[in-house]
């Protein structure tokens, strides 16, 4: 006689049907590379900068994040990626990174999905607005946490549809919890699937300990032990859960019992609970206009009154970038980036040789646009110039490449920097045999180099190319390229030459 598979048998096996999938190998191994990729402190900031700078979406949430109140006291909004990732720190941006990646990949999947995407990004967002009121340090963990403690219903509503019907049903007909009919169609729960998830593709510890902690939990004074991350995120799930997911008299019955439960753990007020919710529904619209995906936000606001009953919910400030709505154009882009550099270096004398060249290549890369940026130095020796941080695709290949003579044996390159000239070569016009076999080694369309002089001595150059056909830059781009050249030169005037390497 066959056994009965056990529950964590039952749970491999799941996941393996899962990894089957079509769609699913490609997106578990982004989210690895993610945590991965951000898994190490000491990353560099360029590392950094080009992750983000990689994916639209996640740069607008970045510097969303940055220029809340939080982090962004000046009042003047930051639009440097370089800046808002020195600001944040790793951890941070593996935070966003990682639950972006989450949302888009399932928001995508169906109508029903989207939705519950929705009551993912809703109770992330009510986790940092939480972490913000009890002043708990780390709120982009907190709004990790939030947006993955759903993971293991997101994966069964995914690809298990008829079984996750079956379980609505049983919740429906027989007033069973979400877990107790689980239990009954799946044999494990949706929190034992989400763990075993999030351990497979290595999230931080503290996200797979919070998705599983509320197996354990008890309400009112007799309940587990538990840390205040762990405390926090059971809240804001069932906070979601008891708003948005219930009928307005179960909800407001539903949440008398969150606030006796959790608030004097959690050190909140009643009149709190208003504001974290307000303040959820406009992060998570915000989020969804980055993404692009329309959101009803006033069905969410008569959800949250009906479910608070006309307690006095005071509407949340906006917590967002101070003159940070869209975007600019890119050239008024390329001069609002040149200007935080201008006020960055103002500001103090402090500052970082690495990070303020690396923002003024974001500036070129982003504001020119180009599609490769370059800052290269000449070498001890005075002989050659060689490429040494860059921003854009296939970047690292065209550093390594880029290494020219300072003589006329360096080309058009070597000779405009050995005579200390400018250079803007582009594939569109007559040129010479050597300036077209020039453009095809790098692989460029067109290309501009500024030559860097520090006290009439040439010490390297800026190089910014396009691989593709395009219009030549106005004339008010080429006047801000060289106002950025001249703030590298005086930044590294201020430091010693040798905090570039």
């Given amino acids: 006689m066959d056994r009965e598979p056990s529950r964590q048998e039952r749970i491999e096996a799941c996941l393996l049907e899962i990894a089957r999938r079509p769609d699913f190998p490609a997106f578990s191994s982004h989210i690895q590379a993610v945590m991965q990729a951000l898994g190490d402190e000491d990353a560099s900031l360029r590392h950094l900068t080009a992750l983000v700078l990689r994916d639209f979406s996640l740069t607008l949430k970045v510097l969303r994040t940055v220029n809340s109140a939080q982090y962004n006291r000046s009042g003047r909004a930051i639009l440097s990626v370089t800046h808002a990732v020195a600001l944040l720190g790793v951890e941070a ?55 993955f403690r759903n993971l293991g219903e997101v994966l069964v509503a995914t690809y298990f549809p008829r079984e996750y019907a079956s379980i609505l049903l049983q919740m429906k007909e027989e007033n069973l919890s979400d877990r107790g009919a689980c239990l009954r169609v799946l044999h494990f729960s949706y929190d034992e699937l989400g763990q075993a998830m999030a351990l497979r593709w290595r999230m931080p510890e503290k996200v797979t300990q919070v998705i599983g902690a509320a197996q354990g939990r008890r309400g009112g004074a007799g309940r587990q032990d538990a840390s205040l991350l762990h405390e926090l995120t059971s809240f804001c799930h069932a ?33 709190d609970v208003g504001r974290v919710l307000d303040t959820a529904i406009l992060d998570t619209k915000n989020t969804f206009a980055i993404l692009r995906v329309p959101l009803d936000g006033l069905r969410l606001r008569h959800q949250t009154e009906a479910a608070l009953a006309s307690a006095a919910a005071e509407p949340a400030s906006p917590d967002a970038a101070p003159g940070l709505h869209e975007l600019p ?49 000449v070498d001890p020796g005075h002989t050659a110039i060689q490429g040494r941080l860059g921003l854009g695709e296939g970047i690292d290949q065209l550093r390594d490449q880029f290494s020219f003579p300072l003589s006329i044996r360096g080309g058009p390159i070597g000779t405009a920097l050995m005579r200390k000239q400018g250079l803007f070569l582009a594939g569109d016009r007559a040129a010479a045999q050597m300036e077209t076999e020039l453009l095809k080694r790098l692989g460029a369309a067109s290309f501009g180099m500024h030559p860097i002089l520090v006290d009439g001595i040439l010490v390297g150059c800026l190089y910014f190319d396009r691989l593709s056909p395009a219009p030549a830059p106005g004339q008010r781009t080429l006047e801000l390229l060289l106002r950025l050249r001249d703030l590298a030169v005086t930044a590294i005037k201020k430091k010693r030459p040798t905090d570039a390497s």
């Fill in 329 to 377: 154009t890119e050239e008024n882009l390329l001069e609002r980036l040149t200007h935080e550099v201008e006020l960055l270096m103002g500001s103090s004398t402090d500052f970082q040789l690495n990070s303020v060249l690396l923002m003024i290549l974001e500036a070129i890369f982003r504001g020119g646009p180009f599609d490769r940026v370059l800052f290269c130095l």
């Fill in 93 to 147: 941006i593996r935070y966003l990174a990682g639950s972006l990646a989450l949302f888009e990949h399932f928001q995508k999947q169906s109508p029903g999905l989207k939705e519950l995407m929705l009551l993912s990004l809703l109770t992330a967002n009510q986790a940092r607005a939480v972490a913000a009121l009890i002043r708990y340090p780390r709120r982009e963990e907190a709004y990790i946490c939030g947006m």
């Fill in 239 to 271: 906070l979601t859960t008891a708003v948005y997911r219930r009928e307005p008299e179960g909800a407001r019955a539903r949440l008398n019992l969150l606030i006796q439960d959790y608030l004097p753990t959690l050190t909140l007020q009643e009149e």
